[in-house]
């Protein structure tokens, strides 16, 4: 089971990144998927929650009419559109996968597997 989580990088405050997430070892379809991250010295948090057919979405209040989250399952492949960063964005990007279908809430423990995190820098 593996989740490969790709897309970040350094970008300019205003800027935009798109993060992947891409699920090999399940299959992922009927898995609702979720990205949260983590900034030095800080918990991680809740960014957005997808459910199994990408109909049900919920995003954190800090990132909402910003980041869009969406998926593939012919891909196995959840995406994580971030635009107008801000360099409190700056964090370690996570994506999860967990078993209930529906859920697009915030709690980790109620996600099964996790991604390695790849790095997201705002910065000028």
């Known amino acids: 089971v593996q989740l490969q989580a790709s897309g970040g990088g350094l970008v300019q405050p205003g800027g935009s990144l798109r993060l992947s997430c891409r699920a090999s070892g399940f299959n992922s379809d009927y898995f609702a998927m979720g990205w949260f991250r983590q900034a030095p010295g800080k918990e991680r948090e809740f960014v957005a929650g997808n459910s199994w057919s990408g109909t049900m979405k919920n995003y954190a209040n800090s990132v909402k009419g910003r980041f869009t989250i969406s998926r593939d399952n012919a891909k196995n492949t959840v995406y994580l559109q971030m635009n107008s960063l801000k360099t409190e964005d700056s964090a370690v990007y996570y994506c999860?996968?967990?078993?209930?279908?529906?859920?697009?809430?915030?709690?980790?423990?109620?996600?099964?597997?996790w991604g390695q995190g790849t790095q997201v820098t705002v910065s000028s």
């Open positions: 999860a996968a967990g078993r209930h279908p529906y859920y697009t809430g915030s709690s980790d423990t109620n996600y099964d597997y």
